[in-house]
C-alpha cells in the first residue's frame, strides 16, 4: 500500500494570503460589534487552527470554521478588542476538542451555536468552563440520548 | 504503441501492485518517464478533489473536518474503486492511457460504478453457493454460508467502505485469495465456494460424512467445530483413491491401502512423486467429469499444492494422516446373544420340528445360530432333546469365546459365587461333577478339550462383568 498519508496531507495546505483575506473580510460585519482582526491576528488563527487540527487529530477542507466562529462569537458581550484574537484562538481549538469529544455527532454550525449559547449564558464567558463542565455535559446528554439537536433556528451561523 | 514505449522506458509492470493498483502505476509511469512529475501532481490534485467531495458526503456537508483516520478511510475506497477500473484494462500501458484522457472523478465514479456491478454478481454467485451447499454439520461451513456472507451484503457500504471486507467467514477455502478487499474479496471467495461445492456434489453425501468422520478421528477431533476445507479433505482422497487404483468417486481408503501406497511412494524421487500427483489429479478431473475450465484450473492449482505436504508425509512416514484412511475401530465382540429378543413361541416349535428332520449336524447348528438371538431361547433349545452326540461339538465349535463363557457361566456359576478371586477355568472344569443334563455334559467336554488359550480368554471373560447380565 502506498503512503497515503501524503496524500493526506496535500488536502491541508492553503494558501496562507487566501487565508489571511478571507479572515480578515469577517472584520466587516464584527466591526458593527466594535471589533477587528489585523492580518498579524489572522496569522495567529490560522497558526492555531493548523495547530489544533494536528493536536486532535483531524484534517479540514477549508477555511469555513474559523469565520462561522469569528461570525458567531463577535457578537458575544463577553469578547472585546482586547482578547478578540486569542478568544478566536481558544474558541477554534475548543471546537476542534469538542468535535472530537462529541464523536461526529453535531455539525459544524450546531456544535458552533451551542458553544455560544453555553459560552453566553453557562459559562459567561469562560472556556475553561466551556471545554470542562459544559462539554462534559454535553458529551453524556449524546452518549444518554437526551440530546435532540438544536430545537430552534433562532440564529444563523 | 503500448508495447512500443514499453520497451523505450524501460516501463516494468512487475513493479505494479495488484492491491494498490492506480499509485503504484503511477510511480512506475513516472520513474520510466511516461508521464511527468507535474502530470503526478495533478492526478494526485483531482484525487483529492474527489476526496473532498466524499468527505462532504460523508458528513452530510455538516461538517467541515473529519478525523485524519476517517479521512484516510474514505480515501482508501476511493483508491479502491479507481483500482477497480485500472483492472478492467487489459494492461498497465492500455490502463494508463485511459486514465491520462480520463478525470479523476470519471475514473471514481465509473470504479465506483463496477463495484456496484460486482455486488450484484456476488449476489447472483451466493444463490449459486446456497443451491449447491454441501449438506455437512461443519459449524464454519454452515454459519459462513447462513450468516457472514447475509452479514457482509447487508453492511457492505461501497460508497464510503469498498475495500473493507468487515465479515466474521471462518470457513477457509482450499486457495484463498486473502490479499484481495470488499467485495472483490467475497466475488472471487464465493466463486471458489461454488467450484469447491460442485466438485463435492459429485460424491455421494454419505461418502463425504464418513470421511470427515474418519479425519475426525485421524486428527482426534471433533470435526463440526474445527476450520477444515472439506473440499480439499475430499479432493486428496479421491486423488489417493485414484492412486490405490480405485475409482476417483470413491473416498473410502483402507489401512492397507494406504500402506501400499506408502511403500509404492516410498521408493520414488521427488521429481517421480510430482508427476504421479499430477497424473492422479489429472484422472480425478476426468473420471468426474470436470469441463469448465475455471474449475479445471482450480481443481488442478488445490491438487498440486498438496505436493510438498505429500513429499512430507511420505518422508515422515505419516501418509495416513493425508490420505484419510477408514479408522476401524477396535472390533465390537460380536455376541450372538441379546437381551429382549426372544423368539414367540410358534417360532420356536417350528425350529425344534426344523431340526428334527434335519440330519446333517452343521445345518443343523447354523439353523441354530441364525434363528436364534437370545440366552433363554438358546438354552432352551439345548434342553428340548432334538441335538444328539456329535452335534452338541458342532455347535459349539461355532461360538466365540464370549458365548462360550456366558455358558460356562450358567454351568459354573457356583465355583463362580462361592470363591471369585480363587477361580481358575481349568481348576473348574477338573472338577466339575457329572450332571443329569445331556446338554452341560457336552458343554463341560467340549470346554475341557479347548486349548489352554481359549481357556484362559474364557476364564478372563467370565471375572469380568460381561455377559452376566444377559
Redesign the interface.
Known amino acids: ?2 503512503d ?2 501524503r ?2 496531507m ?2 491541508v495546505p492553503i494558501s496562507r494570503a487566501n487565508a489571511i483575506s478571507k479572515i480578515i473580510s469577517t472584520n466587516q460585519q464584527s466591526q458593527k460589534h466594535g471589533l477587528v482582526l489585523t492580518e498579524k491576528d489572522a496569522l495567529q488563527i490560522i497558526d492555531a487552527r493548523n495547530e489544533a ?1 494536528k493536536t486532535t ?6 477555511l ?2 474559523i469565520n462561522k466562529i469569528i461570525r458567531m462569537f463577535c457578537r458575544s458581550p463577553y469578547i472585546n478588542q482586547v482578547n478578540y484574537a486569542d478568544m478566536i484562538c481558544e474558541l477554534v481549538e475548543a471546537f ?1 476538542c469538542m ?2 469529544e462529541t464523536r ?1 455527532q453535531i ?4 456544535l458552533i451555536y451551542i458553544m455560544r449559547d453555553y459560552f453566553d449564558n453557562r459559562c459567561f464567558g469562560s472556556i475553561e468552563l466551556l471545554t470542562g463542565r459544559e462539554l462534559e455535559k454535553l458529551v453524556d446528554e449524546i452518549r444518554f440520548g437526551r440530546y435532540y439537536g438544536r430545537l430552534d433556528d433562532r440564529e444563523e451561523v | 504503441m503500448g508495447n512500443f514505449l514499453v520497451r523505450q522506458t524501460g516501463f516494468n509492470p512487475q513493479n505494479i501492485d495488484a492491491n494498490d493498483y492506480l499509485l503504484t502505476l503511477l510511480d512506475e509511469a513516472l520513474r520510466a518517464g511516461l508521464i511527468s512529475e507535474s502530470t503526478l501532481q495533478n492526478l494526485q490534485l483531482q484525487i483529492m478533489e474527489v476526496l473532498k467531495d466524499r468527505i462532504t458526503k460523508y458528513t452530510s456537508g455538516e461538517s467541515s473536518s473529519i478525523p485524519v483516520e476517517a479521512a484516510q478511510n474514505l480515501l482508501l475506497s476511493i483508491l479502491f474503486c479507481m483500482d477497480t477500473f485500472c483492472l478492467s484494462f487489459p494492461t498497465p500501458i492500455k490502463c494508463l492511457n485511459e486514465l491520462l484522457d480520463r478525470s479523476m472523478r470519471e475514473v471514481y465514479q465509473e470504479g465506483l460504478a463496477l463495484i456496484k456491478s460486482k455486488v450484484n454478481e456476488a449476489k447472483k454467485i451466493f444463490k449459486e453457493v446456497r443451491s449447491t451447499r454441501i449438506r455437512t454439520s461443519l459449524i464454519a461451513y454452515n454459519s459462513t454460508i447462513n450468516e457472514a456472507i447475509p452479514g457482509f451484503f447487508k453492511s457492505y457500504d461501497a460508497a464510503f467502505n469498498a475495500h473493507d471486507t468487515t465479515a466474521s467467514i471462518d470457513y477457509p477455502l482450499a486457495s484463498d485469495d486473502i490479499n484481495a478487499r470488499g467485495v472483490v474479496y467475497i466475488q472471487q471467495y464465493l466463486k471458489k465456494m461454488k467450484m469447491e461445492n460442485m466438485f463435492c456434489q459429485r460424491f455421494a453425501e454419505k461418502e463425504i460424512d464418513q470421511l470427515l468422520e474418519n479425519y475426525g478421528q485421524v486428527y482426534r477431533i471433533f470435526y463440526p467445530e474445527f476450520l477444515i476445507n472439506i473440499f480439499e479433505i475430499v479432493l486428496i482422497n479421491a486423488i489417493f483413491s485414484v492412486m490405490a487404483g480405485e475409482k476417483a468417486t470413491s473416498l473410502t481408503l483402507h489401512k492397507s491401502q494406504v500402506a501400499l501406497l506408502r511403500e509404492r511412494l516410498n521408493g520414488l524421487e521427488v521429481s517421480e512423486i510430482g508427476s504421479l500427483l499430477r497424473s492422479a489429479i489429472e484422472r480425478v478431473i476426468e473420471e468426474l467429469g470436470i469441463k469448465d475450465p475455471e474449475m479445471t484450473a482450480y481443481t488442478s492449482h488445490c491438487g498440486e499444492n498438496l505436493l510438498p505436504r505429500l513429499i512430507n508425509a511420505v518422508q515422515q512416514d505419516a501418509l495416513q494422516r493425508l490420505a484419510i484412511p477408514v479408522m476401524e475401530s477396535e472390533p465390537e465382540p460380536e455376541i450372538l446373544f441379546k437381551l429382549g429378543e426372544s423368539m414367540n413361541d410358534e417360532d420356536f416349535r417350528r425350529l425344534v420340528e426344523d431340526l428334527l428332520v434335519c440330519a446333517d449336524p452343521t445345518e443343523k447348528a447354523q439353523m441354530i445360530l441364525t434363528r436364534i438371538r437370545s440366552l433363554v431361547d438358546f438354552t432352551d433349545i439345548l434342553k428340548a432333546d432334538c441335538l444328539f452326540g456329535d452335534e452338541y461339538r458342532v455347535l459349539f465349535d461355532l461360538l466365540g469365546d464370549m458365548e462360550l463363557s456366558i455358558l460356562a457361566r450358567i454351568i459354573l456359576v457356583d465355583e463362580l459365587r462361592d470363591r471369585p478371586d480363587e477361580f481358575s477355568f481349568a481348576k473348574a472344569m477338573s472338577v466339575i461333577q457329572m450332571s443329569d443334563t445331556v446338554w452341560v455334559n457336552q458343554l463341560s467336554g467340549f470346554l475341557q478339550q479347548l486349548s489352554h488359550e481359549r481357556q484362559q480368554a474364557i476364564e478372563d471373560l467370565l471375572k469380568t462383568e460381561t455377559g452376566m447380565v444377559i
Request: glycine residues 16%; aromatic residues 4%; without cysteine.
Open positions: 500500500m502506498a497515503i498519508s496524500l493526506i496535500a488536502l487540527l487529530g483531524r484534517i479540514e477542507l477549508g469555513g470554521v476542534y468535535k472530537n461526529e455539525g459544524d454550525d450546531d
